[in-house]
């Protein structure tokens, strides 16, 4: 029989434990010990016993000293590099300043871009299975030419979907509120904006959690599901249950409570009403339709699914179910699918989107700037230490000569450089903490410094310092150990001890590249900002200042004649007109038929107007005439359309469209047209935001339409203008909320991320440029030192200052200038992608290029030739005395 | 230098190692304290003990008797030195004195 023996791996631990002097004793008790209980007890047992027996063991009376005399010796080493590291700082105070500075901005920039971007990327995280869940979007292509994105669908989509496709796990529609509605709970109004009527399914779909009460298919459609935010602001902490409200003359129930969206969701809903709501206001006809682009739609697929393969035969049955409608239209369309956390960053393009985006091209621009800003931190850091060297080089030669190997030193180089990232560092967080509040402001965002400096998110900052550290501490150090301690000991030059071996020196280089980077900043910068000025300033074919917009309620349309005339009762006062149709919100798109034409209808954006609305929008004419009272017979057949659809209907000229005939079926009366003549054509006026082209628009009267006032004031005193506008609207609705729009403040808002983006980009191209310019001065102010003897002796031997300076300056001016001749085409071709967003932009031309080349070369200039005129000064007899 | 005092276990660990004599080694002395004072000390407290001691000078060791069961190991073997014994007697010492002090406890 084998003969029972304790466990391996302990025997072997506690030999690699023990020390050399107690081993041979022990192990000998140990067994005997086990033996004994072998016998005595049985193997088992005894295996367990003499792991106990080890275990008591297990003592620092027993153990081996942890490598005798390494830890400790290694820990001083580091302690006098620490010594040297603050020392040499402490000597070289402008060095390490710049160095410093550069580096907490670069940081600083790139944790607030981080912060930033992070946050964007979170979006619409909470959602579970988010890879199965899919908004539906169409791209819709005109007979006009234009292919447009449309997160708006069909209602028969979702039809469609529930009844002939089994893959399709639920599948629920969104139609938004549009104007928002007026709440009134004990008699106190509440102007709500964020409602939609959605089915039940969305809820699921996209995790909203009912907290109270329930929303199902029988929920009481006259009800509504509110936030549990809005809640609290309506009914306080009352209990929810049969609780109601009033909106307009009705009673309305409270079905239930949802609790309150995340910041990071693409969907901002306070309140949702059952879908079967829009029975009130849509027939059942109108909801059969595949023209009437209206409805927001969420799926939820079976897992498993090859979506690609769904969205094909989905894409073939939407086709031959629509096409009959919508040819006659002059249109078609595709669907596509984007899973609902791609909603956020990736719906860019589309046109009447409820979801709150941004574009995936400015998160990306910003953080390839924070990228470039780090880098620019960096190269300075490399750069200005690289330059030290020679400074350092006798401390090198020492340590070399005491018997410091290659790698001992370039661990004290690294470990000095790592422990400026994270002082560099340390300032970061503390600059963060102080400059939360005005970020927030400025990015709308809610971050909290609890949530920031989280044990993990501080483990990974203060390790990639680390590394940022040793990265950075590798060239320096390379350069600085590759001295001949012996040259450097006997007094050699700096040409002796730097081998200059290659063609171009890398700290040039670096300098280059950090102007190169800089430059290309600044110019798109420039650019963006050229852009948006392009894009607040543009004519827009109407007059989009002081021009104001109110909703129209039941007491201000019962009679508009009267409305107006109280309305203008104010000098400042210039123009009233009632609409349906304000360019910068609502506009409704349909078709117009051209019985001479076209067989088809051609698409188009529709204007319900009356008689004074070309002239308070300041519209111009360019053929024929606007609607006027002098003609009988304009409400009931006129119609004035802009020069786009003068183009797009297949008119050569203006004038040759004027009495075309022109037939459009009524929205209120099925199957019933409206037949008329071309009376006017306008000029171009740009009612979308100028990502998109002008589309063909068809102007004509019809009071019943209408659902805004527009009044033109003028340009003095505002504030009284609003104020008599206000009381005049008193006068019809006492409790409702006044809520004027300003018609330019709404385009802004069309503008407002390439406003963030552009002013974002504006202050960290500023911050790069501060970083790649001290980085600059420090280099220069160290290179003219470093030639201060050869100034000295140029100086004696008769050279002028201006000679002196030209000497030192010309140097950095060919850098730039070959810098520039780099950066100007990569900066072009990145700013021309982004331009491709908008239809309406402007032209790259010299005048962007040019004065950012001039700047670049007087930044230079002014800096270098500080230094120079400093270092060609000095007196040659104090310099060279010292030898 | 370490001081020389020392704690209960430590003083019945120096004892033992004088009543074995030459028969004092970590299993020897591990059963005789168990039979004389009824403890199981672990062999981990027993080693420590008895390192502090040799620390401290009262004992002194050697290694002798490799046998089959202990696979070849050699015994390592423990000894009152001269200073062992002299704290010995004059931990007895000190005890009969500071006994004999207390009233109502006769000793023979």
């Known amino acids: 029989m084998k003969r029972p023996e304790p466990p391996g791996f302990a025997i072997r631990f506690f030999t690699s434990f023990c020390h050399r002097r107690h081993l041979e004793g022990l192990e000998g008790d140990l067994y005997e010990l086990f033996e004994r209980r072998v016998n005595s ?80 990327l979170g979006y619409d ?170 409805f927001f739609t969420y799926v939820e697929l079976e897992p498993l699914l090859d979506q690609k393969a769904f969205i094909d035969q989905f894409g073939d049955r939407v086709r031959d179910l629509s096409k009959e409608q919508t040819a006659k239209f002059g249109f078609q369309y595709d669907p596509y699918l984007q899973t609902v956390q791609d909603i956020r960053l990736h719906s860019n393009n589309f046109q009447w989107d409820i979801a709150v985006t941004r574009s995936f ?39 070399k000569f005491i018997g410091a190997n290659r790698m001992q030193l370039m661990i004290q180089h690294g470990f000095e450089s790592t422990v400026y990232t994270l002082t560099a560092g340390l300032i970061s967080v503390i600059l963060l903490v102080l400059l939360m509040t005005p970020f927030n402001d400025f990015t709308g965002k809610l971050f909290t410094l609890q949530d920031i400096l989280t044990a993990q998110n501080c483990l990974v900052y203060f390790s990639s310092l680390v590394v940022l550290g040793v990265v950075s501490g590798w060239y320096p150090a390379l350069i600085l150990t590759s001295f001949n301690p012996l040259t450097v000991l006997h007094g050699g030059g700096a040409k002796k001890i730097m081998r200059k071996g290659s063609l171009v020196d890398p700290r040039q280089l670096m300098v280059g590249a950090q ?29 989009k200042e002081n021009l104001i917009m109110i909703p129209l309620t039941n007491s201000l349309e019962k009679d508009l004649d009267a409305t107006r005339e109280a309305f203008l009762g104010h000098s400042q006062v210039e123009d009233v007109s009632f609409c349906y149709g304000v360019p910068g919100g609502i506009v409704a798109g349909d078709g117009v038929f051209l019985p001479e034409k076209q067989e088809n209808e051609f698409s188009c954006n529709m204007f319900m107007v009356d008689y004074d609305y070309l002239s308070t929008m300041k519209i111009d004419m360019i053929a024929g005439r606007g609607f006027s009272k002098d003609y009988a017979t304009d ?16 008119f050569s000229n203006p004038q040759e469209a004027l009495g075309e005939t022109v037939h459009w079926s009524m929205w209120s009366q099925q199957d019933s047209l409206k037949k008329g003549k071309i009376i006017g054509v306008v000029n171009d006026f740009n009612f979308k935001s100028l990502h ?25 005193d505002p504030l009284t203008s609003i104020k008599f506008l206000e009381d005049q609207y008193r006068k019809y609705e006492a409790t409702r909320p006044f809520e004027p729009e300003f018609v330019d403040k709404n385009f802004e808002q069309f503008y407002e991320s390439e406003n963030k983006l552009s002013q974002l980009f504006t202050l960290f191209t500023i911050l790069a440029i501060l970083t790649a310019t001290i980085g600059l001065f420090g280099l220069v102010s160290y290179s003219i030192v470093s ?97 | 230098m370490k001081g020389t005092h020392l704690g209960e276990f430590e003083e019945l660990v120096l004892l033992t190692v004088g009543v074995l004599g030459d ?30 001691l040799e620390g401290k000078g009262f004992i002194s060791s050697f290694m002798e008797g490799a046998t089959e069961d202990r696979r070849g190991r050699r015994k390592r073997f423990y000894r009152l030195t001269a200073q062992g014994t002299k704290a010995i007697k004059a931990i007895y010492d000190q005890r009969t004195k500071m006994i004999k002090l207390i009233p109502n406890i006769a000793i023979q």
Not at chain 1, 199 to 216: H, R, Y
Not at chain 1, 518 to 525: K, V
Not at chain 1, 692 to 707: A, D, R, T
Not at chain 1, 813 to 821: M, N, P, S, Y
């Open chain 1, 41 to 120: 007890k049985g193997p088992l047992l005894a295996k367990i016993f003499y792991l106990y027996d080890m275990i008591t063991l297990m003592r620092s009376s027993v153990a081996k000293p942890i490598k005798p005399n390494r830890m400790t010796n290694q820990l001083g080493m580091f302690k006098n590099y620490f010594k040297t590291t603050l020392r040499m700082g402490w000597k070289q105070k402008s060095f390490s300043f710049i160095n410093l500075l550069g580096l907490t901005i670069g940081l600083t920039s790139v944790i607030f871009i981080a912060l930033f971007v992070f946050d964007e």
């Open chain 1, 125 to 294: 995280k909470h959602i579970s299975n988010a890879d199965k869940k899919f908004r539906i979007y169409n791209i819709r292509q005109g007979n006009d030419g234009q292919t447009s994105f449309l997160p708006i669908v069909p209602p028969m989509y979702a039809n469609t979907l529930r009844d002939d496709f089994p893959q399709v796990k639920q599948v629920g529609r969104i139609l938004f509120d549009y104007g928002g509605t007026v709440f009134t709970i004990d008699n106190q109004p509440f102007s709500e904006k964020k409602g939609v009527f959605a089915e039940p399914e969305v809820l699921d779909i996209l995790n909203i959690e009912v907290l109270k009460g329930s929303f199902t298919h029988d929920t009481d459609p006259i009800s509504v599901l509110l936030s549990e935010s809005l809640f609290r602001k309506f009914f306080g902490d009352d209990p929810f249950e049969e609780q109601t409200l009033m909106i307009s003359t009705y009673t309305v129930k409270v079905a239930g409570i949802f609790r309150d969206l995340p910041d990071q969701s693409h969907l901002d809903v306070e309140f949702i009403y059952p879908f079967k709501l829009t029975n009130q206001y849509v027939s059942a006809e109108r909801m059969q339709s595949w023209i009437w682009q209206q």
């Open chain 1, 361 to 399: 091209q400015s998160i990306l621009f910003l953080s390839i700037a924070a990228g470039i800003i780090l880098l620019i931190a960096c190269l300075n850091f490399v750069n200005l230490s690289t330059a030290q060297a020679l400074k350092r080089a006798k401390e090198v030669s020492v340590r």
């Open chain 1, 515 to 543: 102007y190169a980077l800089s430059i290309g900043l600044i110019s798109i910068s420039l650019i963006m900002q050229n852009q948006y000025n392009y894009l607040r300033e543009t004519d827009m074919g109407f007059n």
């Open chain 1, 635 to 650: 409400p009931a057949s006129a119609f004035v359309i802009n020069e786009t659809a003068v183009e797009v209907f297949g």
């Open chain 1, 692 to 716: 998109n082209q002008i589309s063909p628009v068809v102007l004509h009267m019809g009071e019943s339409y209408f659902q805004n006032m527009i009044v033109r004031i003028g340009k003095d």
């Open chain 1, 787 to 883: 030639r201060s003897k050869e100034i000295s002796i140029r100086k004696v031997l008769g050279a002028g200052t201006e000679r002196l300076i030209r000497l030192l300056v010309m140097r950095y001016i060919w850098l730039v200038l070959i810098c520039i001749v780099i950066a100007f085409p990569i900066s072009y071709w990145l700013a021309n992608t982004w331009l491709e967003n908008f239809a309406y932009r402007i032209s790259i031309g010299p005048g962007i290029f040019v004065p950012v080349a001039f700047a670049i070369i007087a930044l230079t200039l002014l800096t270098v030739g500080f230094q120079a005129i400093k270092g060609s000064r000095a007196n040659p007899a104090e310099r060279l005395r010292s030898e």
């Open chain 2, 23 to 52: 028969e004092a080694y970590g299993i020897a002395l591990k059963d005789d304290m168990e039979k004389r004072t009824g403890r199981k000390p672990s062999i981990g407290a027993l080693h420590s003990a008895l390192t502090r």
